[in-house]
């Protein structure tokens, strides 16, 4: 009897020290795979040479896009540096020249001219593209389906448009009231400020006085429903100012394309 009080005893025990076993390896399964999931999005490249303020190439040769930034263009071919151009090249060129930093990947890595599209920082945990933007050396330029950092960069956004530091103390880049748009925008990306005058029947559109602000079909699944606006509403939109049979419009690719102020 006492044997057979062991054997079960043992059974049971063998069975838990089993499961117990699973357990772990099962728990350090899942943290190794998160362990590879998390390297896998990021890398660490050594910094060649400045190109613009949002552009630069690793030792390596590789041309790295900052994502969800846009600095002023400096000089090259036939087109003239935009203001703050050379500056916002030589602020980047401060914070990274020389240095190793590391890349991290939002959905699309690539661009279509081939640069890789990567949020930097640096070595003590800096965040290259939200200095650029809370300096005022670029704006939000947001594009789906790269919408993981859109937030965060809004928020830095804000307060260095409300001072008007940086590029916002340009006549190119200052916010434009809406009243103010005209064809001389054509095809430049502008932050627009301007009170909501009307909706349109879909939910998927309103006018700032003169100026149409649409969301296309193929951007709404980035919406979660039509903008939560009514008219008299403040808003400031992001984006191209471009013409239709109708007359100038702006189109917001994501949510992060609007604010309600």
């Not at 925008?185 to 932050?191: A, D, H, P």
């Not at 039509?226 to 702006?250: A, E, F, M, Q």
Request: some cysteine; overall charge positive; hydrophobic content about 40%.
């Amino acid at each position: 009897m006492a044997n057979l009080s062991a054997r079960l005893r043992f059974r049971r025990h063998g069975k838990a020290a089993a499961f117990i076993g699973l357990l772990c390896l099962f728990t350090y399964t899942a943290a190794y795979s998160g362990t590879l999931s998390i390297v896998s999005q990021s890398r660490w490249v050594d910094v060649e040479r400045i190109l613009d303020g949002d552009t630069f190439v690793s030792t390596k040769g590789e041309h790295i896009r900052l994502l969800g930034i846009n600095a002023p263009e400096v000089a090259h071919e036939a087109s003239p540096a935009q203001p703050m151009g050379r500056k916002a090249s030589q602020a980047l060129a401060r914070m990274i020249a020389g240095k190793a930093v590391r890349l991290d990947f939002d959905v699309q890595r690539k661009d279509r001219f081939g640069r890789t599209l990567a949020e930097v920082y640096l070595r003590d945990g800096s965040w290259v593209n939200g200095e650029m933007i809370r300096t005022g050396m670029a704006h939000v330029y947001t594009f789906t389906p790269n919408l993981r950092w859109a937030e965060p960069l809004i928020t830095l956004e804000r307060p260095a448009r409300q001072a008007e530091i940086g590029i916002w103390h340009t006549e190119r880049f200052a916010v434009l009231d809406a009243g103010r748009v005209t064809a001389g925008q054509l095809g430049r990306f502008r932050v627009i400020h301007g009170r909501v005058s009307r909706l349109n029947r879909n939910g998927f559109g309103f006018h700032l006085g003169h100026l149409g602000v649409s969301i296309p079909r193929k951007y709404r699944q980035y919406f979660r429903h039509p903008p939560l606006i009514k008219t008299g509403d403040d808003v400031v939109v992001h984006g191209v100012v471009r013409k239709s049979s109708s007359g100038l419009y702006v189109a917001l690719h994501s949510p992060y394309d609007m604010e309600k102020l």
